[in-house]
T-cell receptor, first 112, second 115 residues
């Protein structure tokens, strides 16, 4: 059973601070990792994708991947109230054409 | 480029009825995947179509079916609706699918309510 796990939260972070979101996955064959943001009542939108070990930065967002430990994280610097949403970790596995497996999401609230 | 579109946006049906949902992918995208999202189960993969062929399927009963047309548009059908089918149904498109570095882009979803 391929699984992706996230802390459901809610995670509350003061405005301007760093929000740290974590995700673990069970299948070592996983090759692609994505972070989606979903506002209440809306569809998921892609924030970051990462495929290699290490860090990948895009503006205020940094994705970190550690395949040996089977975790991927998302850091949001200078958190803004508009960052309040549910963040979904999604994993694409190596073998077959299996599609994205999602974690249940972490609800993030930025406190002004 | 226009994004993924889904119709209708909202549906209300009664138990036992059937429903068909439609998805138009981003131009040039040939892979269309369908997901069901519920508060309890989160986002769950239903199936994926590529070049009019179902390439992968999730763990849903046979009441859930789909198809893809030559223009890559896809439809999803749910027969004999149950209360538990109430959910947000999301369609996502990508260039080729198949995992790897391909990225999926989601449509706005169809909110299905079964009474």
């Amino acid at each position: 059973q391929k699984e992706v796990e996230q802390n459901s939260g809610p995670l509350s972070v003061p405005e301007g601070a760093i929000a740290s979101l974590n995700c673990t996955y069970s299948d070592r064959g996983s090759q692609s990792f994505f972070w989606y943001r979903q506002y209440s009542g809306k569809s998921p939108e892609l924030i970051m994708s990462i495929y290699s070990n290490g860090d990948k930065e895009d503006g205020r967002f940094t994705a970190q991947l550690n395949k040996a430990s089977q975790y991927v994280s998302l850091l949001i610097r200078d958190s803004q109230p508009s960052d309040s949403a549910t963040y979904l970790c999604a994993v694409s596995f190596l073998f077959g054409n299996e599609k994205l497996t999602f974690g249940t999401g972490t609800r993030l609230t930025i406190i002004p | 480029k226009a994004g993924v579109t889904q119709t209708p946006r909202y549906l209300i049906k009664t138990r036992g009825q059937q429903v068909t949902l439609s998805c138009s992918p981003i131009s040039g995208h040939r892979s269309v995947s369908w997901y069901q999202q519920t508060p309890g189960q989160g986002l769950q993969f239903l199936f994926e179509y590529f070049s009019e062929t179902q390439r992968n399927k999730g763990n849903f009963p046979g009441r859930f079916s789909g198809r893809q047309f030559s223009n890559s548009r896809s439809e999803m059908n749910v027969s004999t609706l149950e209360l538990g089918d109430s959910a947000l149904y999301l369609c996502a498109s990508s260039t080729t699918g198949g995992g790897g570095t391909d990225t999926q882009y989601f449509g706005p979803g169809t909110r299905l309510t079964v009474l």
